[in-house]
Structure formats: structure tokens, C-alpha cells
């Protein structure tokens, strides 16, 4: 457990170094969706503390008011006695006021949904993404089939056109969280759920799952990169392609081990026998950042671990340890590392 | 006062008695010692396989075979074990015996009639999983252990409601031409 607990925090470590660290932060919307959600949360933060700062005002003046009482006298309580005053009015005025205030927040829910329910949805991105235990498959839908593609716990989307994400669950329920671009909604098995976004800021947003789903579930991350629509061709367009065959004899071994293999049995690579769908699609793996679903940075060092012995860096996942002769790892490594 | 302090400290204690009955369940995520005894037939002679299987009584261990029996096709020629161009997994008959090292070979060195080997592509662990799971078609494991349902279309009863079958040796049949 502690060596995993530092792996991890190096991980996150030599994460945050390579790159700027995605962030994950529902007060800074990136989105045209986030942006309402973030309005509602002022709106009603807003509220909440005069409600608040009224709540304790009343105390102070309660208690200034309050029959006192020194250590010579006792405190006169007389007007405890008294009925107080116009107190109908008061509970009325009081209560008035307390309704008027949750009406302002259910009216302001309602205007919210209805908000986002009118993102215009001309040109969309259609992505399919699946949750399983523990991370995300991506398929890029199309209206020409041939254009299709799969990737896993990294989507790219362009800035300032909608996105409708349809998502599924393999195995038990997830919940699909971008704080920067959209609300949660649950993934759960046999059920089809929508979400639709629009992220109008380039950056890059953290995604989580949001209903626990397991052993793993806390580092079940999503990475979101909006970028302009030149940027997301390009990135699309390379996903499109099969992967390259492998130049160099050590690659060539390499491709060998991973057709030879346990590899085989679960994962695919495009443009190669290899079709399998257990695993995450590794036909583009050297274009992602992270492996293990945002866990680790995606380099040599950390591929080579993952495969070697999975279960020490992210106990429970489904892939197993694999037991490669050394110079068979190398070439694997040296194989994925061309599938750029 | 008194009465109720006692009530609260007794309740607490309650409590943490009734706690010290919940345990959590020990997953097997790397494989126990004893089920890599297994290497590779370095000559076309069958290996001695080893008997112990740390996983017939392991919930989860049986869960995971199950996902590999389905992830793996094993159901392109097994069907849900009801057999189609391989035999059949969940009647009593066993034609390469049905204790989990048998299964264990037949699955990682192949048998004759079309049954591939597994053994390179596949982990020594995941085959121990999967001769556990296959062991729990035809109900040879505990009823606390094999699955009740499946992830997918039902395809009939969950193997903890299975009859035990006695297995019983089927003869070979001869290599067909």
C-alpha cells in the first residue's frame, strides 16, 4: 500500500511537471453549460449567506437584548413573563420572507434547466463514451462509418461547437463529472443517458467518476481537451488512421510479442490482427498523455511497469500481470511507443 | 441520568460488536503461491500438473473466469456451456477429466477435435480463474461461491442455483477426417 501510495504521488508528481495539470473546478465554467450551473451556484450562494448573515444578526441582537445580570444583582427576567409583542405579524413576516426566498431558488433551478435544455445542437460532435471498471472508452460516431474511431479515457473536442455524449455502463453504475463544462449524469447498465455540452474556453478539463464503482473508483479519471476546430481535425483525422506498421526490426519484434501474447486477447490495435474489446483501444496509446485512466503519466517507465505488474500500481483492474521475458518488454515498449 | 449514559455506552458497545462481524472479502489480485507451478510443455509429453487450485473457493476469482469465458469466446464454440461445435461444459460428462488441473490443461495445451491452446496468450492465472469458473457450469463449486447472475442476457440459471453434477468419464471420441 505505501509503495502505492508513493508511486501514485509521484505519478501525480511527473504529471504536473510535464504538463500544466488538468484542472478540475466547477467555480471557473469553461462551458456554455457550466456557465449556467455556475450562475445558479452564485445566485444561491449569494442568497444563502444573506440568509445567513440574517440568521446571525437576529442571534446578536437577541442575545443584546437579553435580560442581564451581574454578580450583585440577579438578572431581571420580567419581561420573560410578558407575551411579546406583534408576534403573529413577526412568524408571518418571517416565514413570508423564507418562502419567497425558496421560490427565488426553485425558480431559479427551473430557469437553469431550461437554460441548458436550448443549447443549440447544429453540428454536433457525437461521441459514445462507455464507463467500465475503471475507465472510459471513447467512440467517435459518424455519419460514414468508415470514419469512426475508439479511444479511450482522453477526449478531444472543439471549441465552441456542441458535443452530445452518449453514454453507457459495461458493468455497474458510473457517473460521467466534467466540473468545468457540465453537470454529473449517471451511466447505468442497460440505460442510454445524454449529456450535451459546449466548451467555448481551449483547455484542458478533468473529468471523474462520480458514483462510486468499486475498488478503483476514485482514479477512474477522464481527460478533456477542448481545442479550436483546426487543432480538433487534426487530432481526429490522426485517430482515423490505422497504426503504422512498425519500421524498425526491434518494433517488428515488438508487434510480434503483443500478437503472441496475452496482449491480444484483450486489446486492439488498429491495422493489425489484434481486435479484441476488454481493454482500451491501443491504436494511437503513444498520443495519449496518461495511462490507467489518468493515473500515471504515459512514459516508458510507467508503460513498462503497468505491464509488467498492473495489479501493484492499480489493484483490482482486469488486466493481469504479465510475466515477458525482458528483451520481449523492451520491444513491446518500443512497439507501442510508434503508435503515435 | 445515569440510566442513560449506561443505555448509550451499551448501545455503543452493541454496535461495535455487531462491526467486528463484517469482514471484508480478500481479493486475489496477484496470484497466490501454488498456481504458477505450471511451465510450459517443453516436449510434446503432458507435464505434471499440479492439483491444488487456490481459486474454486474464491467468489471472485470464479466472477473474473467468468468474464474471460465471455470476454475470450469461449462461448463461440462452448455456447453459455450447453456445447455446440465443442462440448457441452455444464452436463455431467468430461472427456479430459474434470478436476481443475485437467481443465487447466486442456484450456493452456489444447485437446484433440479443436480445442486451441491457450497457454501462450493467456495468463496462468486467468486459466485458474476460468477452470474455476468452468468448474461452476456444471455446479462443482459451493453455492457461496458461483455467481448467481451474469452481466449480460441471462442464459439460464445462475450457476449457485445448479444441480451438482457427478462427473463421469465420456469416451474420446475418434479424431474425425
Redesign the interface.
Known sequence: MKTRAALFASGALAAAGAAAAPFQDALRPAGAQAAHIGKLWNFTLGLCTLVFVAIVVACLVALWRAPRADHESMADVSSLARPESRIHRRIAWAVGLSAIGLLALLAADVFTSRAMARLPLEGAVNIELVGHQWWWEARYRDADPSREFTTANELHIPVGRPVIVTLHSSDVIHSLWIPNLQGKKDLIPGRTAILRLRADRPGVYRGQCAEFCGLEHALMALQVTAEPSQGYEAWAERQRQPAPAPATALARRGQQVFLGTTCVMCHTIGGTTAGAGLGPNLTHLASRQTIGAGMFPNNRGYLAGWIADPQAMKPGVNMPANSLPPDDLQALLTYLETLK | MKNRVGSVVLAGLAFALALSGCYREK?P???PPGTSGVTQPTSTAQPAPIVVSHYTDNAYAVS?GK?WYR??NCNGCHAAGGGNMGPPLMDAKWRYGADPASIYASIAYGRPNGMPAFG????E??IWQLAAFVRSLSGQLSKNVASSRG?TLQDGKGESRREKETPVQEQTPAVER
Do not use: K
Not at chain 2, 501462450?120 to 495468463?123: D, G, M, S
Open positions: 481479493r489480485t496477484t496470484a473474473q468474464t470476454a475470450f501462450a496468450h493467456l495468463t492465472d486467468q452481466d
